[in-house]
T-cell receptor
Framework: AQSVTQLGSHVSVSEGALVLLRCNYS??????LFWYVQYPNQGLQLLLK??????LVKGINGFEAEFKKSETSFHLTKPSAHMSDAAEYFC???????????FGTGTSLTVIP | DGGITQSPKYLFRKEGQNVTLSCEQN?????MYWYRQDPGQGLRLIYY???????QKGDIAEGYSVSREKKESFPLTVTSAQKNPTAFYLC????????????FGDGTRLSIL
């Protein structure tokens, strides 16, 4: 069975500060991992994905994530937060067979001016 | 541009009424999904379909029904048996294979009158 856990349902950072959103996965086989962003009353937009090519994955809007197998983690980071980064962020995992995705419960990011 | 179109954006249901949410994609994706989103609960899978004329129940299928008569379309009916239908509903699609991300529509917000 696969699952993801997002630590911290709410994270607040100052504008210009480092953003760190945590995601740990549970999977019996090497997974595919994704980060999505959701703005109010909109669908989810893909930020980046890990598919076993490189452990450090760069995404859109300056975000990146590092796959650490030893820690079963896939944390999302951005060096300098911008006001426009305020949104809900979801980590997701899928398996290598089938098409089922499993989403974390989300982390709401607030950026303080 | 290719994408997923959900309609309507807002929908109101009266007691005892069935309502249908539309989801259309022009991405040529085989798999389509319906999720329900409630505050603080992330995304919960209602139904998914990996091929035309076939679909499977997700974690919270009770009170919902779907059809998949065309590859492009995956409508969701919220029946009167669903006693707490107020939520944000998201439709997604993906091509075959777990390495491909899900693409999302902009959602439908359903409320009870």
């Amino acid at each position: 069975a696969q699952s993801v856990t997002q630590l911290g349902s709410h994270v607040s950072v100052s504008e210009g500060a480092l953003v760190l959103l945590r995601c740990n996965y549970s999977s019996s086989v090497p997974p595919y991992l994704f980060w999505y962003v959701q703005y109010p009353n909109q669908g989810l937009q893909l930020l980046l994905k890990y598919t076993s090519a490189a452990t450090l994955v760069k995404g859109i809007n300056g975000f990146e994530a590092e796959f650490k197998k030893s820690e079963t983690s896939f944390h999302l980071t951005k060096p300098s937060a911008h006001m426009s980064d305020a949104a809900e962020y979801f980590c997701a995992v899928s398996g290598r067979t089938g098409n089922q995705f499993y989403f974390g419960t989300g982390t709401s990011l607030t950026v303080i001016p | 541009d290719g994408g997923i179109t959900q309609s309507p954006k807002y929908l109101f249901r009266k007691e005892g009424q069935n309502v249908t949410l539309s989801c259309e994609q022009n991405l040529n994706h085989d798999a389509m999904y319906w999720y329900r989103q409630d505050p603080g609960q992330g995304l919960r899978l209602i139904y998914y379909s990996q091929i035309v004329n076939d679909f499977q129940k997700g974690d919270i299928a009770e009170g919902y029904s779907v059809s998949r008569e065309k590859k492009e379309s995956f409508p969701l009916t919220v029946t009167s048996a669903q006693k707490n239908p107020t939520a944000f509903y998201l439709c997604a699609s993906t091509s075959t294979g777990g390495s491909q991300p899900q693409h999302f529509g902009d959602g439908t917000r359903l409320s009870i009158l």
